[in-house]
């Protein structure tokens, strides 16, 4: 489980600084997020969770368009930059954040929501988990409200890795920080592991210096494994979306993990 001082095996200071990198990409996700809640008439001036909303990259965009959000976090660096940018963008009164673990649900004090959101943001190792958070959160939706999931995907990973192989080895150079990773499919276990480098650039003499080398694995799930969880959890899968993405320019978006995610639509019954 990931706590405060390592957020998915990162140091804060890290991890910060990477979702910091990101968030320039929210224009496309809100786009995407907004038509979804708007089809389940979930308007502006409803009221949003964002669990695991890391530096704002959505809460604040969609109070810029006039819904209210609550956002969620481990990170308290993320959260105080999320509120910083909230009052730089003139929407502290439609915002909120706070730190801790979406997980648990006490924190939001019995509060039910039109919609939440779990954008990248999972909190589980297992299927059984998943399913676990999945049912504790459908305590946070007012009944017929929904929630918006966008998690990588089997399917799409394959599709990615079969038609340019190049996304498995992927770099982006961005202030004085360069990121390297490499992801490698277990097709037996189903799982990736991920291998990633992060360099700082020395302003002296512009040579690299490792920071950190960071392993993870991935369990991927194909889209009917959600869809069985949600299921079993009390929710209604209305729409799987999946974003055409140009794979041979994946700079463009957060990471290549999110060119493999699809966006579930679920409402709670
Ligand atoms: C990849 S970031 C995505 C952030 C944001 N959703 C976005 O799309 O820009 C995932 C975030 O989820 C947060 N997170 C992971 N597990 C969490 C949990 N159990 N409770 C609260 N936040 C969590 C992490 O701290 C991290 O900032």
Request: with cysteine; hydrophobic share 40%.
């Amino acid at each position: 489980m990931p706590d405060r001082k390592k957020i998915y095996g990162y140091d804060e200071e890290l991890w910060f600084e990477v979702l910091r990198q990101q968030q320039n990409t929210g224009e496309r996700d809100l786009g995407t997020i907004v038509s979804a809640l708007e089809s389940y008439g979930i308007g502006v001036g409803k009221e949003i969770v964002d669990l695991g909303c890391g530096t704002g990259r959505i809460s604040n965009r969609l109070a810029k368009v006039g819904y209210f959000v609550t956002g969620i976090d481990l990170s308290l660096k993320c959260v105080e930059e999320a509120s910083r940018m909230a009052q730089e963008l003139g929407v502290s009164d439609k915002t909120r954040y706070l730190v801790g673990d979406y997980r648990n649900v006490e924190i939001f004090s019995g509060k039910k929501y039109d919609a939440a959101l779990c954008i990248l943001a999972p909190a589980w190792n297992s299927t059984e988990e998943m399913s676990s958070a999945l049912t504790k959160l459908s305590g946070i939706v007012r009944r017929g409200g929904i929630l918006l999931l966008r998690e990588s995907v089997k399917e799409r990973f394959l599709v990615s890795m079969a038609v340019a192989p190049s996304t498995q080895n992927w770099f982006r150079f961005s202030g004085d920080l360069l990121s390297l990773h490499r992801w490698d499919y277990d097709q037996s276990k189903s799982k990736v592991r991920a291998v990633k480098e992060f360099y700082r650039k020395d302003e002296k003499d512009a040579s690299l210096r490792l920071l950190t080398k960071i392993e993870q694995e991935y369990t991927l799930r194909t889209i009917a494994e959600y869809i069985n969880a949600f299921q079993g959890a009390g929710w209604e899968v209305c729409n799987v979306l999946a974003d055409s993405v140009d794979l041979l320019n994946l700079a463009k978006y957060n990471d290549p993990w999110w060119a493999f995610s699809a966006l579930f639509v679920a409402r709670f019954r």
